[in-house]
């Protein structure tokens, strides 16, 4: 289950680009705590967490680039 939501995670975000955490829980049909558990089990090295310009109470998940 979590390996699936993980990528979906991959699959949103490169289709959609940055997804603030409240429209990924959306999308995932997920509460915020399984939201956070999630984000825990992220591997960091590929994904970045950032809070969004004029509204700290927001975060935003992104892909972070891949170099080649």
Known sequence: KTIARIEKIEEVLKSRGPTSLRQMEHILKISPKEMNRLIEKLD???YELHVRPGDAREKVLRLK???R
């Open 44 to 46: 960091m090295r590929r």
């Open 65 to 67: 680039a891949q170099i």
